[in-house]
Protein backbone atom coordinates (compact mmCIF):
# COMPACT_ATOMS: atom_id res chain seq x y z
CA UNK A 1 0.00 0.00 0.00
CA UNK A 2 1.46 3.26 -1.26
CA UNK A 3 2.07 6.08 1.50
CA UNK A 4 -0.61 8.12 0.28
CA UNK A 5 -3.09 5.48 0.50
CA UNK A 6 -1.83 4.95 3.63
CA UNK A 7 -2.55 8.47 4.93
CA UNK A 8 -5.99 8.62 3.14
CA UNK A 9 -7.11 5.90 5.01
CA UNK A 10 -5.70 7.29 8.72
CA UNK A 11 -7.28 10.75 8.00
CA UNK A 12 -10.61 8.50 7.32
CA UNK A 13 -10.15 6.73 10.70
CA UNK A 14 -9.65 10.02 12.07
CA UNK A 15 -12.88 11.59 10.96
CA UNK A 16 -14.89 8.55 11.78
CA UNK A 17 -13.40 8.80 15.15
CA UNK A 18 -14.29 12.01 15.47
CA UNK A 19 -17.91 11.08 14.96
CA UNK A 20 -18.09 8.79 17.53
CA UNK A 21 -19.95 10.03 19.80
CA UNK A 22 -22.23 10.54 18.18
CA UNK A 23 -22.64 7.31 15.71
CA UNK A 24 -20.56 4.34 17.67
CA UNK A 25 -18.53 2.37 15.53
CA UNK A 26 -16.77 -0.73 16.24
CA UNK A 27 -14.37 -1.81 13.65
CA UNK A 28 -13.32 2.09 12.20
CA UNK A 29 -10.10 0.97 10.98
CA UNK A 30 -11.83 -1.57 8.73
CA UNK A 31 -14.62 1.15 7.58
CA UNK A 32 -11.64 3.52 6.65
CA UNK A 33 -10.52 0.83 4.82
CA UNK A 34 -13.74 0.36 2.88
CA UNK A 35 -15.78 3.72 2.81
CA UNK A 36 -14.41 6.82 0.35
CA UNK A 37 -13.23 9.91 1.87
CA UNK A 38 -16.99 11.27 -0.09
CA UNK A 39 -18.53 8.62 1.94
CA UNK A 40 -17.09 9.85 4.88
CA UNK A 41 -18.36 13.65 4.32
CA UNK A 42 -21.64 12.12 3.70
CA UNK A 43 -21.75 10.53 7.37
CA UNK A 44 -20.43 13.89 9.19
CA UNK A 45 -23.03 16.13 7.14
CA UNK A 46 -25.56 13.30 8.45
CA UNK A 47 -24.47 13.83 11.78
CA UNK A 48 -24.27 17.62 11.80
CA UNK A 49 -28.12 17.73 10.28
CA UNK A 50 -28.80 15.60 13.88
CA UNK A 51 -30.22 12.25 12.39
CA UNK A 52 -31.11 9.52 14.80
CA UNK A 53 -28.17 7.70 15.89
CA UNK A 54 -29.90 4.68 15.26
CA UNK A 55 -30.64 5.36 11.70
CA UNK A 56 -26.77 6.95 11.27
CA UNK A 57 -25.69 3.52 12.77
CA UNK A 58 -28.10 1.23 9.89
CA UNK A 59 -26.69 3.80 7.24
CA UNK A 60 -23.09 3.34 8.03
CA UNK A 61 -23.31 -0.65 8.45
CA UNK A 62 -25.23 -0.74 4.82
CA UNK A 63 -22.97 1.48 3.39
CA UNK A 64 -19.91 -0.37 4.30
CA UNK A 65 -21.58 -3.49 2.86
CA UNK A 66 -22.19 -2.10 -0.53
CA UNK A 67 -18.99 -0.57 -0.84
CA UNK A 68 -17.52 -4.07 -0.27
CA UNK A 69 -19.69 -5.74 -2.29
CA UNK A 70 -18.92 -3.17 -4.94
CA UNK A 71 -15.68 -3.66 -4.85
CA UNK A 72 -15.85 -7.51 -4.80
CA UNK A 73 -17.98 -7.40 -7.82
CA UNK A 74 -16.59 -4.53 -9.91
CA UNK A 75 -13.34 -3.79 -8.37
CA UNK A 76 -14.53 -0.41 -7.67
CA UNK A 77 -15.80 1.58 -5.09
CA UNK A 78 -19.63 2.46 -5.56
CA UNK A 79 -20.75 5.16 -8.57
CA UNK A 80 -22.68 8.05 -7.46
CA UNK A 81 -25.65 7.94 -8.49
CA UNK A 82 -25.38 3.90 -9.58
CA UNK A 83 -26.33 2.58 -12.81
CA UNK A 84 -29.98 0.77 -12.91
CA UNK A 85 -27.61 -2.69 -14.23
CA UNK A 86 -25.33 -2.32 -10.71
CA UNK A 87 -28.80 -2.01 -8.78
CA UNK A 88 -30.40 -5.11 -11.05
CA UNK A 89 -26.68 -6.88 -9.81
CA UNK A 90 -27.42 -6.24 -6.71
CA UNK A 91 -30.59 -7.65 -6.38
CA UNK A 92 -29.17 -11.04 -8.55
CA UNK A 93 -26.42 -11.00 -6.12
CA UNK A 94 -28.67 -11.53 -3.06
CA UNK A 95 -32.44 -12.90 -3.95
CA UNK A 96 -31.69 -16.26 -6.24
CA UNK A 97 -33.40 -19.75 -5.83
CA UNK A 98 -31.06 -22.22 -3.62
CA UNK A 99 -32.89 -25.11 -6.24
CA UNK A 100 -31.62 -22.89 -9.76
CA UNK A 101 -28.22 -23.00 -7.82
CA UNK A 102 -27.79 -26.84 -7.27
CA UNK A 103 -28.01 -26.67 -11.34
CA UNK A 104 -26.66 -23.49 -12.71
CA UNK A 105 -23.71 -21.94 -10.42
CA UNK A 106 -23.82 -19.45 -12.14
CA UNK A 107 -26.70 -18.12 -10.31
CA UNK A 108 -26.73 -16.11 -7.76
CA UNK A 109 -23.66 -14.52 -5.67
CA UNK A 110 -20.58 -15.57 -7.52
CA UNK A 111 -18.40 -17.62 -5.31
CA UNK A 112 -15.90 -15.30 -5.40
CA UNK A 113 -17.51 -12.22 -4.50
CA UNK A 114 -18.82 -14.63 -1.55
CA UNK A 115 -15.70 -15.40 -0.32
CA UNK A 116 -14.23 -11.90 -0.76
CA UNK A 117 -17.09 -10.37 1.75
CA UNK A 118 -16.86 -13.94 4.45
CA UNK A 119 -13.19 -12.72 3.86
CA UNK A 120 -13.75 -8.76 5.24
CA UNK A 121 -16.36 -9.73 7.49
CA UNK A 122 -19.34 -8.40 5.70
CA UNK A 123 -20.87 -11.92 5.18
CA UNK A 124 -21.64 -14.42 7.83
CA UNK A 125 -25.13 -16.27 6.57
CA UNK A 126 -24.98 -18.81 3.87
CA UNK A 127 -28.40 -18.75 1.20
CA UNK A 128 -29.71 -15.87 -0.34
CA UNK A 129 -30.55 -12.55 1.43
CA UNK A 130 -34.18 -11.68 3.35
CA UNK A 131 -35.89 -9.72 1.21
CA UNK A 132 -36.23 -7.17 3.71
CA UNK A 133 -32.63 -6.74 4.12
CA UNK A 134 -32.12 -6.43 0.73
CA UNK A 135 -34.86 -3.91 0.68
CA UNK A 136 -33.38 -2.33 3.75
CA UNK A 137 -30.31 -1.75 1.77
CA UNK A 138 -31.55 -0.35 -1.26
CA UNK A 139 -33.68 2.42 0.27
CA UNK A 140 -30.27 3.21 2.14
CA UNK A 141 -28.81 3.71 -0.97
CA UNK A 142 -31.43 5.72 -2.49
CA UNK A 143 -31.24 7.65 0.74
CA UNK A 144 -27.64 8.54 0.67
CA UNK A 145 -27.68 9.16 -3.05
CA UNK A 146 -30.37 11.43 -2.19
CA UNK A 147 -28.21 13.42 0.79
CA UNK A 148 -25.40 13.78 -2.28
CA UNK A 149 -27.81 15.68 -4.24
CA UNK A 150 -28.11 12.89 -6.81
CA UNK A 151 -31.03 11.01 -8.17
CA UNK A 152 -30.98 6.99 -8.79
CA UNK A 153 -33.07 4.47 -10.55
CA UNK A 154 -34.28 2.95 -7.43
CA UNK A 155 -37.79 3.72 -8.29
CA UNK A 156 -37.73 1.55 -12.25
CA UNK A 157 -39.51 -0.61 -13.40
CA UNK A 158 -37.16 -2.97 -14.45
CA UNK A 159 -35.95 -3.14 -10.23
CA UNK A 160 -39.16 -3.34 -9.15
CA UNK A 161 -40.16 -6.20 -11.19
CA UNK A 162 -36.92 -8.29 -10.41
CA UNK A 163 -37.57 -7.75 -6.51
CA UNK A 164 -40.97 -9.04 -6.72
CA UNK A 165 -39.90 -11.79 -9.65
CA UNK A 166 -37.46 -13.10 -6.88
CA UNK A 167 -38.92 -12.43 -3.84
CA UNK A 168 -42.07 -14.95 -5.42
CA UNK A 169 -39.48 -17.50 -6.85
CA UNK A 170 -38.45 -18.01 -3.27
CA UNK A 171 -40.85 -17.58 -0.25
CA UNK A 172 -39.52 -16.75 2.75
CA UNK A 173 -41.71 -17.35 6.21
CA UNK A 174 -42.07 -14.07 7.97
CA UNK A 175 -40.51 -14.84 11.63
CA UNK A 176 -40.56 -12.46 14.74
CA UNK A 177 -37.43 -11.48 16.12
CA UNK A 178 -37.85 -13.28 19.38
CA UNK A 179 -39.49 -16.87 18.76
CA UNK A 180 -41.18 -16.42 22.02
CA UNK A 181 -42.60 -13.25 23.82
CA UNK A 182 -41.13 -12.56 27.53
CA UNK A 183 -44.31 -12.32 29.69
CA UNK A 184 -44.96 -12.28 33.24
CA UNK A 185 -44.11 -15.47 33.73
CA UNK A 186 -40.42 -15.79 32.07
CA UNK A 187 -39.30 -12.48 33.18
CA UNK A 188 -39.61 -13.96 36.91
CA UNK A 189 -37.59 -16.94 35.89
CA UNK A 190 -34.88 -14.57 34.53
CA UNK A 191 -35.33 -12.10 38.04
CA UNK A 192 -34.75 -15.26 39.78
CA UNK A 193 -31.29 -15.61 38.34
CA UNK A 194 -30.34 -12.03 39.51
CA UNK A 195 -29.04 -12.60 43.12
CA UNK A 196 -28.65 -9.03 45.00
CA UNK A 197 -25.03 -9.58 46.39
CA UNK A 198 -23.21 -8.41 43.32
CA UNK A 199 -23.06 -5.30 40.79
CA UNK A 200 -24.24 -7.77 37.79
CA UNK A 201 -26.78 -8.94 39.63
CA UNK A 202 -28.20 -5.76 40.42
CA UNK A 203 -27.24 -4.45 36.73
CA UNK A 204 -29.46 -6.75 34.96
CA UNK A 205 -32.64 -6.87 37.25
CA UNK A 206 -32.79 -3.30 36.63
CA UNK A 207 -32.32 -3.46 33.00
CA UNK A 208 -34.65 -6.50 32.75
CA UNK A 209 -37.70 -4.47 35.11
CA UNK A 210 -36.53 -1.38 33.65
CA UNK A 211 -36.86 -2.42 29.52
CA UNK A 212 -40.13 -4.74 30.62
CA UNK A 213 -41.65 -2.12 32.67
CA UNK A 214 -41.58 0.61 30.51
CA UNK A 215 -43.37 -0.41 27.64
CA UNK A 216 -40.98 -2.93 26.04
CA UNK A 217 -38.16 -0.37 25.69
CA UNK A 218 -35.97 -1.23 22.71
CA UNK A 219 -32.56 -2.43 23.98
CA UNK A 220 -30.76 0.73 21.93
CA UNK A 221 -33.15 3.05 24.19
CA UNK A 222 -32.45 0.98 27.04
CA UNK A 223 -28.57 0.67 26.46
CA UNK A 224 -28.40 4.63 25.87
CA UNK A 225 -30.12 5.51 28.75
CA UNK A 226 -29.00 8.80 30.88
CA UNK A 227 -29.63 9.85 34.28
CA UNK A 228 -30.23 12.92 32.78
CA UNK A 229 -33.28 11.57 31.33
CA UNK A 230 -34.93 10.07 34.38
CA UNK A 231 -37.38 12.50 36.62
CA UNK A 232 -38.69 11.33 39.95
CA UNK A 233 -42.04 11.81 40.37
CA UNK A 234 -44.67 11.89 43.16
CA UNK A 235 -45.63 8.62 44.46
CA UNK A 236 -48.45 6.57 43.58
CA UNK A 237 -50.73 5.03 46.14
CA UNK A 238 -51.02 0.89 46.09
CA UNK A 239 -54.51 -0.70 46.34
CA UNK A 240 -53.57 -0.70 50.11
CA UNK A 241 -52.56 3.02 50.07
CA UNK A 242 -48.64 2.41 50.64
CA UNK A 243 -47.26 5.21 48.37
CA UNK A 244 -45.34 3.49 45.80
CA UNK A 245 -41.97 5.12 44.16
CA UNK A 246 -42.72 6.74 40.57
CA UNK A 247 -40.33 8.29 38.12
CA UNK A 248 -40.32 9.42 34.14
CA UNK A 249 -38.23 8.59 31.61
CA UNK A 250 -37.94 11.01 28.80
CA UNK A 251 -36.77 9.36 25.59
CA UNK A 252 -36.68 12.31 23.59
CA UNK A 253 -37.09 11.29 20.14
CA UNK A 254 -37.73 7.84 19.09
CA UNK A 255 -37.72 5.49 16.25
CA UNK A 256 -41.25 6.34 16.07
CA UNK A 257 -41.97 10.08 17.32
CA UNK A 258 -41.33 12.77 15.58
CA UNK A 259 -38.52 15.00 14.76
CA UNK A 260 -39.45 17.69 18.04
CA UNK A 261 -41.50 15.37 19.93
CA UNK A 262 -40.43 14.27 23.60
CA UNK A 263 -41.61 11.11 24.35
CA UNK A 264 -42.43 10.00 28.11
CA UNK A 265 -42.85 6.99 29.48
CA UNK A 266 -43.42 5.84 33.55
CA UNK A 267 -42.00 3.52 35.94
CA UNK A 268 -43.78 2.76 39.52
CA UNK A 269 -42.96 0.29 42.43
CA UNK A 270 -40.57 -2.60 42.07
CA UNK A 271 -38.85 -1.27 38.67
CA UNK A 272 -37.80 1.71 40.06
CA UNK A 273 -36.59 0.44 43.15
CA UNK A 274 -34.38 -2.24 41.09
CA UNK A 275 -33.14 0.64 39.27
CA UNK A 276 -32.72 3.20 42.53
CA UNK A 277 -30.66 -0.03 43.67
CA UNK A 278 -28.20 -0.52 41.07
CA UNK A 279 -27.79 4.08 40.50
CA UNK A 280 -27.17 3.71 44.16
CA UNK A 281 -24.43 0.41 44.57
CA UNK A 282 -22.55 1.38 41.18
CA UNK A 283 -22.23 4.87 42.65
CA UNK A 284 -23.85 6.59 38.86
CA UNK A 285 -25.21 10.13 39.68
CA UNK A 286 -25.13 11.19 36.31
CA UNK A 287 -24.16 9.98 32.63
CA UNK A 288 -24.76 6.71 31.09
CA UNK A 289 -27.58 4.15 33.50
CA UNK A 290 -26.58 0.95 32.28
CA UNK A 291 -22.71 0.33 31.83
CA UNK A 292 -20.36 -2.71 31.83
CA UNK A 293 -18.65 -3.97 34.56
CA UNK A 294 -15.12 -5.65 34.15
CA UNK A 295 -13.68 -9.01 35.87
CA UNK A 296 -12.50 -7.19 39.23
CA UNK A 297 -16.22 -5.62 39.39
CA UNK A 298 -15.51 -2.16 38.26
CA UNK A 299 -17.74 -0.50 36.84
CA UNK A 300 -17.13 1.46 33.18
CA UNK A 301 -18.05 4.89 32.57
CA UNK A 302 -18.95 4.24 28.90
CA UNK A 303 -22.89 2.88 28.26
CA UNK A 304 -23.64 -0.62 27.02
CA UNK A 305 -23.47 -1.89 23.44
CA UNK A 306 -27.08 -2.32 22.56
CA UNK A 307 -26.14 -5.57 21.64
CA UNK A 308 -25.32 -6.00 24.96
CA UNK A 309 -28.43 -5.50 26.45
CA UNK A 310 -29.57 -8.74 24.31
CA UNK A 311 -26.58 -10.61 25.36
CA UNK A 312 -27.85 -10.36 29.06
CA UNK A 313 -30.95 -11.80 28.49
CA UNK A 314 -29.64 -14.44 26.58
CA UNK A 315 -27.50 -15.38 29.71
CA UNK A 316 -30.67 -14.95 31.65
CA UNK A 317 -32.18 -17.36 29.70
CA UNK A 318 -29.68 -19.79 29.53
CA UNK A 319 -29.10 -19.59 33.30
CA UNK A 320 -32.88 -19.93 33.95
CA UNK A 321 -32.80 -23.49 32.43
CA UNK A 322 -34.77 -22.10 29.09
CA UNK A 323 -34.26 -22.30 25.55
CA UNK A 324 -31.52 -19.92 24.50
CA UNK A 325 -32.55 -19.74 20.93
CA UNK A 326 -36.33 -18.83 21.79
CA UNK A 327 -35.77 -15.13 23.31
CA UNK A 328 -33.66 -12.36 22.58
CA UNK A 329 -34.16 -8.59 24.00
CA UNK A 330 -37.10 -7.67 21.66
CA UNK A 331 -38.94 -10.98 23.33
CA UNK A 332 -39.84 -8.35 26.24
CA UNK A 333 -41.13 -5.68 23.66
CA UNK A 334 -43.92 -8.20 22.40
CA UNK A 335 -44.08 -9.51 26.04
CA UNK A 336 -45.05 -6.04 27.37
CA UNK A 337 -48.03 -6.09 24.82
CA UNK A 338 -48.77 -9.88 25.56
CA UNK A 339 -48.93 -9.46 28.82
CA UNK A 340 -50.88 -6.42 28.62
CA UNK A 341 -52.82 -8.36 26.07
CA UNK A 342 -53.67 -11.32 28.73
CA UNK A 343 -54.57 -9.13 31.85
CA UNK A 344 -57.66 -7.36 29.57
CA UNK A 345 -55.34 -3.54 29.54
CA UNK A 346 -57.12 -2.06 26.93
CA UNK A 347 -54.73 -1.68 23.79
CA UNK A 348 -54.89 2.29 23.56
CA UNK A 349 -53.48 2.46 27.25
CA UNK A 350 -51.09 -0.32 26.75
CA UNK A 351 -49.77 1.82 23.31
CA UNK A 352 -49.72 4.87 25.32
CA UNK A 353 -46.58 3.07 27.23
CA UNK A 354 -44.74 0.52 24.41
CA UNK A 355 -45.48 3.73 22.11
CA UNK A 356 -46.38 1.96 19.66
CA UNK A 357 -47.70 4.30 16.21
CA UNK A 358 -49.40 1.68 14.49
CA UNK A 359 -52.43 0.33 16.08
CA UNK A 360 -52.23 -2.55 13.37
CA UNK A 361 -48.84 -3.78 14.54
CA UNK A 362 -49.28 -3.61 18.49
CA UNK A 363 -52.82 -5.28 17.74
CA UNK A 364 -51.07 -8.46 16.41
CA UNK A 365 -50.40 -9.09 19.58
CA UNK A 366 -53.57 -8.58 21.14
CA UNK A 367 -54.80 -10.70 18.41
CA UNK A 368 -52.70 -13.68 19.19
CA UNK A 369 -53.29 -13.50 22.87
CA UNK A 370 -57.50 -12.90 22.53
CA UNK A 371 -57.08 -16.64 19.83
CA UNK A 372 -55.39 -18.84 22.27
CA UNK A 373 -58.29 -17.94 24.55
CA UNK A 374 -60.85 -17.75 22.77
CA UNK A 375 -64.18 -19.45 21.70
CA UNK A 376 -62.90 -19.76 18.43
CA UNK A 377 -60.12 -22.05 19.54
CA UNK A 378 -61.76 -23.89 21.66
CA UNK A 379 -64.14 -25.85 19.62
CA UNK A 380 -63.44 -29.97 21.33
Known amino acids: MSSSASS ?12 AAVLPIDRRDKLAEILTDQDVETLKHLVNEGMGANTLRALTSDLAYLEA ?15 EALLLKFVAHHLWDPARREHDPEHGMPAEVDQALRDGGFLRTSGPHAPATVGRRLASWSTLTKWRGLSGAFASPALKSAIRL ?21 LGKLLATCGEDNLRDLRDRAILMVAFASGGRRRSEV ?3 RKEQLTVEAPVAAEDGSPLPSLSIHLGRTKNSGASQDEVVYLTGRPVEALNAWLAAAKIDSGSVFRGI ?17 DIVKLR ?12 AHGLRSGYLTEAANRGIPLPEAMEQSRHRSVQQASNYYNS ?7 AARLL
Open 369 to 375: ATRRSGR
Open 8 to 19: SIAARAEALDSI
Open 294 to 310: DRWGNVSRRALDPKAVN
Open 166 to 186: AVRAVPRPRRRRSAKAVTSNV
Open 317 to 328: VNMAGLEVGEFS
Open 69 to 83: WSLASTGSPLPWPAP
Open 223 to 225: AGL
